[in-house]
C-alpha cells in the first residue's frame, strides 16, 4: 500500500537554527498537509497546500514557517528561525482531494530544539 | 468553533475485554468523523469514519456511531487484544474545509 514517507525521523537543532522537514506525499494526491503535536497535546493542523499554493494556514503558521512542494514528489516544511517551543513532532499527510477526504499520515519527524 | 472532545488515558484493559473510547464534537456546519490509530512508533493510520447522522463506520472489529443528537462518535470494539495496544485519535473536518480537527489521544493499553 503506498505511504507517506517523512525524513528525518528525528531532527534536533540549535535554536535560531533553520530547520526543513522533509516529506514525499503518496504519488497521485494532490492535497498535501503539515500537522504538529507538542508532547502531551493535541494534534494541531498547520497548513494545507493544493495546485502549488497554500489553501489554508492556522495562526500557528506565522511567518516563520513556509512550504515548497520544489519538485514532482517531495513537500517541505520550512521553519526559519526555530524557538524552543517548536519542539514538537511534525507528521506530514496527504489525501486524493481536499474536503472530507481522509488523510494519509506519515510517521512523523521529532523536531527536539536545544 | 469546531473541536474534539475525548476521554482522558491511559485505558487499561485486559485481553478480551470491551473497549468503549468516548468522543463529542462541536462544529460549525455539517462534519465527516473519523477514527485514527497511532501505534508505537508509527504515524496515524485512518481506522474507520463516518460522513452523515446515523452512520456507522466499522473496521478490525471496531466501530462508532455518529449521533447528531448527541454530537458524540464514541469507538467500540466487542473483545480487545494485545495487538491493540495503541493511541486513538477522534478527528472532525467539515465538506469546505481542508483540515482536520483532532482529539488529544487516548492511550490503549491491553494486558494479556
Known amino acids: 500500500e503506498p505511504e507517506v514517507t517523512q525524513t528525518p525521523s528525528h531532527q534536533v537543532t540549535q535554536m535560531g537554527q533553520e530547520v526543513i522537514l522533509r516529506c514525499v506525499p503518496i504519488s497521485n494526491h494532490l492535497y498535501f498537509y503539515w500537522y504538529r503535536q507538542i508532547l502531551g497535546q493535541k494534534v494541531e493542523f498547520l497548513v494545507s497546500f493544493y495546485n502549488n499554493e497554500i489553501s489554508e494556514k492556522s495562526e500557528i503558521f506565522d511567518d516563520q514557517f513556509s512550504v515548497e512542494r520544489p519538485d514532482g514528489s517531495n513537500f517541505t516544511l520550512k521553519i526559519r528561525s526555530t524557538k524552543l517551543e517548536d519542539s514538537a513532532m511534525y507528521f506530514c499527510?496527504?489525501?486524493?482531494?481536499?474536503?472530507?477526504?481522509?488523510?494519509?499520515f506519515g510517521d512523523g519527524t521529532r523536531l527536539s530544539i536545544l | 468553533g469546531n473541536s474534539v472532545t475525548q476521554m482522558e488515558g491511559p485505558v487499561t484493559l485486559s485481553e478480551e475485554a470491551f473497549l468503549t473510547i468516548n468522543c463529542t464534537y462541536t462544529a460549525t456546519g455539517y462534519p465527516s468523523l473519523f477514527w485514527y490509530v497511532q501505534y508505537p512508533g508509527e504515524g496515524l493510520q485512518l481506522l474507520l469514519k463516518?460522513?452523515?447522522?446515523?452512520d456507522k463506520g466499522s473496521n478490525k472489529g471496531f466501530e462508532a456511531t455518529y449521533r447528531k443528537e448527541t454530537t458524540s462518535f464514541h469507538l467500540e470494539k466487542g473483545s480487545v487484544q494485545v495487538s491493540d495496544s495503541a493511541v486513538y485519535f477522534c478527528?472532525?473536518?467539515?465538506?469546505?474545509?481542508?483540515?482536520?480537527?483532532f482529539g488529544s489521544g487516548t492511550k490503549l493499553n491491553v494486558k494479556p
Open positions: 499527510a496527504s489525501s486524493e482531494a481536499g474536503g472530507d477526504q481522509p488523510q494519509h
Open positions: 478527528a472532525l473536518t467539515l465538506y469546505n474545509f481542508n483540515k482536520f480537527y
Open positions: 463516518a460522513t452523515k447522522a446515523d
